[in-house]
């Protein structure tokens, strides 16, 4: 079996970025990632036909990053049956815009909202959903989960020794 497929769309390259963690952490996971510049509003035609190719195309999770009005993966989301998750980009009003863009979809159109900037949790996100069918990836994510506890642990222990040093 190949390696899961999934697709990173930004509105802008000045997206970049902010969610060029998303990138590292799919490719952490041994998810292949395709990435493109595409806007819902400046190039709608190509936001359209992408999705409606995806799944052909052996997408299989569907990542979009937009900023200020964010409909990119409103548009997406409507072309597609596949999973979107959508990243609201800062860029005005402190990012209030754009998260309430993508969160606020219609009933029988969803798409999953992470934080602001947040493409590292998109990828684990994506990476979930395609550990239904990719059993390696429910081993990757614990331990990645098991990583993280021993960080704050180490964490924890730190500021234990400063506080007693006081």
């Not at 041994?30 to 509003?41: G, L, W, Y």
């Not at 999973?83 to 219609?106: H, K, R």
């Not at 009933?107 to 390696?136: C, F, Q, R, W």
Request: glycine fraction near 8%.
């Amino acid at each position: 079996m190949s390696n899961p497929k999934a697709a990173l769309i930004m509105g802008s390259d000045s997206d970049f970025d902010k969610v060029k963690g998303c990138v590292s952490k799919l490719k952490e996971f041994n998810i292949d990632v395709e990435v493109n510049v595409i806007s819902a509003h400046r190039t709608p035609d190509k936001a359209m036909e992408y999705a409606k190719n995806a799944e052909k195309n052996g997408i299989e999770v569907i990542i979009c990053a937009a900023g200020m009005a964010a409909h990119l993966g409103g548009v997406v989301a409507a072309n597609t049956t596949l999973p979107v998750i959508g990243i609201p980009i800062e860029s005005t009003f402190n990012g209030l815009d754009a998260l309430l863009a993508t969160v606020q979809m219609p009933p029988g159109i969803p798409v999953a909202t992470v934080g602001l900037n947040n493409g590292t949790n998109a990828a684990i996100l994506a990476a979930e959903m395609l550990s239904l069918k990719y059993d390696y990836l429910k081993e990757t994510l614990k331990k990645a989960r098991e990583k993280m506890a021993e960080g704050v642990a180490e964490k924890d222990k730190a500021i234990k020794e400063r506080v007693a040093a006081l």
